[in-house]
């Protein structure tokens, strides 16, 4: 591991920050946080904090001496000053003649000591750094130093490998009684570079930001060097089917088996999103004959559990052709999961007093031998954390087993750690939007309407994947969304097409939920005068279009077993025709059918399928030089032709999508078609 440390940039740090008011300790306490943060080696995710104590003014001018330290959970890769609330350091430091301190009174006393009353919560870390008395310390949970004090034995391999240069702070759960511990511990031997928390991480520290920084990389160094000395091979490789089941094959069945219903509606269910990971190093460490053994000994830090809970779910190897043994084995696998989560919960929440919420007993990391990973979560965003800290304890693991043996921290340490309500503080209390968890696929995602439609699913909490045959259309509309939003090329005139695209969102989520069948175009004729060809093209998009993709949907969805929700954007030309229209109304006449046959042949699946009669939106389809033409084909003014409705409002596409949305979200209705036209009585369905 190399040093990051560039003169010049903390130069241009302190220069940078000077100009908003920032002082050069924090400024150098910002670089080298950063430095720090963007090695994934050394943390990830809201892993990891540094603090510096030095003076400030306070809001009266007057200044004080303050510990600026990393706010609780958050990134170190992208820290700014504020980002590092200040504290008032005497207050902290008096806490240390206390026997015991409350973790309630703990949070008032340091949001009463902050200098900035709006700053965000301190690292739950915060005394730990407030009773060493160096300048600058910085902590990580550095997977090198992991891999050595994860072992039965790791104090001793520490002491040997660091000869007095750190001392060793025995395992204690962070916050009060660990920072306590670990200032006793310094203090009886002054001269050490830092402090090596067994089976948790590792404390540097100095008088510069510098000093303090490039000790941690020394230290970690030292330890990476160790790591690739007398290693034995891992793992054995257990006994695999041939023919492992592909991606896109075993997502969907695991995606179903950790799924729940909601209690508390009925046909509602609560869905994960995968992150699905494969390397050669994780495949070796699935593939492993003792898996069992190793990927259930517990944590690599004690701050992974609130993300990935104590151990993965472990499922069969999926064999190609025996899809249905394996969707058996998941969902018993996930069976025991929950069944052994609480039990845990129900031991450990007696000892402690009986005062706890169990937590949901689904797992947050699955591992396929095979395969590979999954990290799983209520959102891409949280599943993607969970497959990184999943991948990095793979690394972990994997050289703690070539030096020795794994070992973690006790069950009841975990449980201790999995629910200090400091820690689960970390990942928030917003409610969740209603469509969280949820995966919707819009075709023609890259068009007016289909953009709407993704977005206003998004805003909802749903997953999105834009399916566009024009795929700069559909990634410019994903870009609009956020960068969860995945594009894919799709042309749902060809078979083929369509079962990739729905594989890369399978691969992407790891399942489908929800479909909005958009794709779409207009072709006129008089009916008796048309070419073939043409009412041919239509119906191979307007009609044949929609099957495809709801056929490719059905297939997730049935391999899911959790219902879904199929929404066709028909037409009201599908019961109102135009003039000159039939080449358009007559598949679409024929997809208001298709709406109704999923909906009775797939009712006791819980899929629905609804659709949305539009008419008359400014669109790709209904472009000006379009409108113009249908005016006059009506034989009446272009304005006129769209706001010639009851209501005499012009229908747009937010309009619609709300429709769509309206849709997905009613459990009790199958076979529906709303209309969101302005109000047009020749086209009203009954
Ligand atoms: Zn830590």
């Known amino acids: 591991m190399k040093s990051g440390w560039v003169d010049s940039e903390a130069q241009a740090a302190i220069d940078r920050y000077a100009r908003d008011g920032i002082s050069r300790d924090l400024a150098l306490r910002v670089y080298t946080t950063r430095l720090i943060g963007r090695d994934p080696k050394l943390v990830l995710h809201g892993g990891g904090n540094t ?27 992208a820290v700014e000053p504020a980002g590092l609330p200040a504290v008032r350091l005497d207050r902290l430091r008096k806490l240390r003649a206390r026997a015991a301190l409350a973790d309630e009174e703990l949070v008032r006393i340091q949001r009463a000591s902050l200098l900035e009353p709006a700053a965000p919560n301190p690292s739950v870390e915060i005394l730990l750094h407030a009773f060493l008395p160096h300048k600058f310390i910085d902590h990580t949970h ?52 830092g402090l090596i928390l067994h ?23 030292l330890a990476e060097e160790r790591l690739q000395k007398n290693r034995k091979a891992v793992f054995v490789t257990a006994q695999l089917p041939q023919a492992i089941a592909p991606l896109d094959a075993v997502a969907p069945i695991l995606r179903g088996a950790c799924s729940r219903k909601d209690d508390k509606i009925e046909g509602a269910w609560r ?6 990971r494969a390397s050669p190093a994780i495949l070796n460490f699935v593939n492993g004959a003792d898996l069992a053994r190793y990927s259930q000994a517990g944590v690599v830090t004690p701050d992974h559990t609130i993300r990935t809970k104590n151990w993965p779910l472990v499922t069969v190897a999926p064999e190609r052709e025996r899809m249905d043994d394996f969707k ?50 209520r959102s891409k965003e949280d599943a993607k954390i969970a497959a990184d800290l999943a991948q990095c304890a793979v690394e972990i693991i994997t050289d703690a087993e070539a030096i020795g043996r794994f070992e ?46 993704a977005k206003a699913f998004a805003a909802a909490g749903a997953e999105v994947a834009l399916l566009d045959c024009d795929e700069r259309a559909a990634a410019n509309a994903a870009k609009a969304i956020g960068t969860a939003a995945l594009a894919v090329k799709c042309d749902v005139t060809d078979a083929a097409s369509v079962g990739e695209a729905f594989a890369r969102v399978v691969a992407a989520f790891g399942g489908v939920d929800i479909v909005v069948s958009n794709a779409g175009a207009a072709w006129q004729g008089r009916i008796g005068e048309v070419d073939e060809d043409v009412l041919r093209k239509s119906f191979e998009l307007n009609f044949y279009g929609h099957q495809r993709v ?95 409705n009851l209501l005499g409002r012009e229908v747009t596409a937010d309009d619609v999508a709300q429709a769509f949305l309206h849709q997905a979200l009613e459990l009790k209705t199958t076979g529906d078609v709303t209309t969101v036209d302005g109000g047009n009585i020749a086209a009203a369905l009954r």
């Open 51 to 77: 603090s510096v104590k030095t003076t400030m003014a306070d809001l009266l001018g007057e200044e004080v001496a303050v510990l600026c330290v990393k706010g609780s959970g958050s990134d170190m890769a």
């Open 142 to 193: 550095a997977n090198a130093i992991l891999s050595i004090v994860d072992q039965p034995d790791g104090e001793a391999i520490c002491a040997g490998l660091y000869d007095g240069r750190v001392s060793i702070v025995p395992y204690v759960m962070p916050g009060f009684a660990l920072a306590k511990r670990a200032a006793d511990i310094y203090e009886a031997k002054p001269d050490v570079e």
């Open 199 to 221: 089976k948790h991480g590792i404390f540097t520290f100095g008088e510069s930001a510098r000093e303090a920084y490039e000790r941690m990389i020394a230290l970690v160094t």
């Open 271 to 276: 869905h994960m999103i995968l992150d699905f």
């Open 328 to 377: 058996r084995a998941a969902q018993a696998a996930v069976t025991d999961f929950g069944e052994r989560y609480q039990a845990y919960f129900a031991r450990h929440n007696a000892r402690a007093g009986g005062i706890k919420r169990a937590l949901d007993p689904l797992p947050r990391v699955a591992l396929v031998p095979g395969l590979g990973l999954f990290g799983l979560g």
């Open 408 to 453: 973690s921290i006790s069950e009841a340490e975990m449980f201790d750690m999995e629910y200090w309500p400091l820690e689960q503080a970390k990942l928030g209390t917003a409610a969740e939007k209603p469509l969280a968890g949820e995966i919707a696929v819009i075709t023609g995602g890259g068009g007016t309407i289909g953009a709407a439609t």
């Open 550 to 644: 709801a056929q490719a949907a059905v297939k997730i969805m049935l391999a899911q077993g959790t219902g879904g929700c199929l929404l066709f954007n028909v037409s009201k030309q599908a019961v109102n025709p135009g003039p000159n229209f039939g080449p358009y109304g007559l598949p679409k006449a024929a997809t208001l059918f298709l709406v109704r046959q999923y909906a009775v042949d797939y009712g006791a699946d819980g899929i629905r399928a609804n659709a949305v009669n539009a008419d008359r939106v400014r669109s790709g389809l209904l472009t000006d030089t379009f409108i113009a033409e249908r005016s006059k084909a009506r034989g009446v003014s272009e304005k006129d032709y769209l706001s010639g």
